[in-house]
């Protein structure tokens, strides 16, 4: 690619703050929250107008890994701010009750619009910042490495944000490449999708519809009469009548592998073959499904979902293996207890602890740092939450629904604000500070089983 020099420029500063962190997401409601909740002047950077990340930029609406599968028993595990957050969304009226997934584990779907307000109210009122239609694009670092100031464009102009820590809740992880921590990528990551809703479905004719679509498209496959880009579908009921959601599409670059969420290109690509594919299927629903024979697009979802980019190298990168054998560690912030979720070239892979154990892990606070690789200092003052923490690509595919998310984001906000408050380096606040403050704050550890 040919390149030009931009001239050196004066960016000026929008603030200086105890906490910015980037991204409005699951990770980063909840970290803001915290931080500012902790008593941290803290700032959140945001490029759309309105927070929810995947959940409502991509259309989610549909809240995985809240609850856990306790030794047969369904039981919420995720607590601390995502308790007020779905009172919130419920208070809103946009909260399903929780649905059973493969007989196995309870999901929660909610309503887009209620989830935006939902978290606008609860980041504001703990009294954190937050700046909307802000794009980070890079950062500028100190002598030592650690980052000084966050690069935003805005409508406004370009400016800069300083802070004594950065969380980073972009999902693909920007503020920490940036920053030139440690970033693993792998050549096939998890396949994104384009999520869509239809409205007008005849409820009662549509009826459990989820578990009749797989074998309608199998048929219709076999007949010749339609071609799917992924065996079976998720098609549910939202909150209000006739409204259901999809979960459908897969994109995929020319030879076959996942469109990769941080190529501009390929992300142009997959928004337009991911309306097609919903186009596609809309036509299968009307043909094919009874109740959804007046079916219409009642929203194609801003932008398509992306699943997994850049995840950090930290001081602990959780495994599959960590989830599927419900691992403890001693540094816990609380548990994920969603299993793995693969979406591979034309599928979806389930890998889940066995039936009848404990049915989580711990998530240890190692994950959100991140870690010196190769003789190279990370930056000290960077601490990393949500899909892009730290997690191989098994251990991803878990961890990085919207349960763990809110998880890490607590913690991320809760460690950020008690180094500010104890005048400590990020890495020389005490762990079990951190618990004890995690716990008061209704957080669910996982060192003693659940109440049920
Ligand atoms: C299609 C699909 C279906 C899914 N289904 C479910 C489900 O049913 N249940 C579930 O719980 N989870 C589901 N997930 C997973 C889950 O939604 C996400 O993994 C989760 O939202 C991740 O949260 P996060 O806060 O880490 O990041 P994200 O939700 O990705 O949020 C990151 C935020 O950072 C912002 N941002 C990124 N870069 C910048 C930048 N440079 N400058 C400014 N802002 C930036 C983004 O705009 C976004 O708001 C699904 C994901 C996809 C893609």
Redesign the pocket.
């Known amino acids: 690619m040919r390149a030009i020099a931009e001239p050196a420029r004066e960016t000026p500063v929008f603030g200086e703050f105890d906490v910015v962190v980037?991204?409005?997401?699951?990770?980063?409601?909840a970290a803001g929250t915290a931080a500012a909740r902790g008593g941290a002047k803290t700032l959140l950077?945001?490029?759309?107008g309105f927070?929810?990340?995947?959940?409502t930029?991509?259309?989610?609406?549909?809240?995985?890994?809240l609850h856990a599968n306790v030794h047969g028993e369904h039981v919420r595990v995720v607590r601390g701010v995502a308790d007020e957050l779905l009172d919130r969304v419920a208070a809103l009226d946009g909260l399903n009750e929780p649905h059973l997934v493969f007989g196995r584990i309870l999901?929660q779907a909610y309503d887009t619009a209620a989830f935006k307000c939902a978290a606008d109210q609860m980041l504001l009122g703990a009294g954190a910042n937050a700046l909307f239609h802000?794009?980070?694009?890079g950062v500028v670092r100190d002598e030592r490495g650690d980052v000084d100031a966050l690069l935003?464009e805005t409508r406004s102009g370009r400016c800069a944000v300083r802070a004594a820590t950065f969380v980073d809740?972009?999902?693909?992880g920007?503020?920490a490449h940036f920053a030139g921590a440690a970033m693993a990528q792998g050549s096939q990551m998890l396949y994104?999708?384009?999520?869509f809703r239809v409205g007008a479905v005849d409820d009662a004719r549509a009826g459990e519809a989820w578990r009749t679509i797989p074998a309608l498209m199998d048929a219709a496959e076999a007949a010749g009469e339609f071609s799917f880009p992924r065996r079976g579908a998720?098609v549910r009921p939202q909150r209000h009548a006739g409204e259901w959601r999809v979960?459908v599409t897969q994109l995929k670059n020319a030879d076959g592998s996942a469109v990769d969420g941080t190529d501009a290109l390929a992300l142009s690509r997959a928004e337009v073959e991911g309306r097609r594919q919903a186009v596609d299927y809309l036509r299968f629903l009307r043909a094919r499904v009874p109740g959804f024979e007046r079916a219409y697009l009642l929203e194609i979802a801003p932008q398509v979902?992306?699943?997994e980019t850049r995840r950090l190298v930290g001081e602990h990168v959780l495994s599959g293996d960590d989830v599927v054998a419900c691992a403890d560690f001693a540094d816990t912030i609380g548990v994920n207890g969603?299993p793995l979720e693969l979406h591979v070239a034309g599928d979806v892979e389930w890998r889940w602890p066995a039936v009848g154990s404990r049915g989580f892990n711990q998530l240890p606070l190692r994950m959100l740092l991140p870690a010196d690789v190769g003789g190279a200092r990370a930056p000290r003052n960077v601490v990393v939450?949500?899909?892009?923490a730290s997690m191989t690509h098994d251990g991803q595919s878990a961890a990085?629904?919207?349960?763990g998310?809110f998880v890490?984001?607590q913690a991320a906000g809760t460690l950020a604000a008690l180094a500010r408050r104890r005048s400590q380096a990020l890495r020389a606040v005490p762990v079990d500070a951190v618990q004890q403050l995690l716990a008061a704050d209704g957080v669910y550890l996982g060192t003693a089983l659940p109440a049920g």
Do not use: H, K
Request: aromatic share 6%; charged share 10%; glycine share 24%.
């Open positions: 980037l991204g409005g997401g699951p990770a980063g409601i950077v945001e490029r759309y927070l929810g990340g995947m959940g930029a991509a259309g989610v609406t549909n809240f995985c890994g999901a802000a794009t980070a694009v935003v809740c972009s999902g693909d920007d503020l994104p999708t384009l999520m998720i979960n979902g992306i699943r969603w939450a949500g899909r892009c990085r629904v919207s349960g998310c890490m984001g």
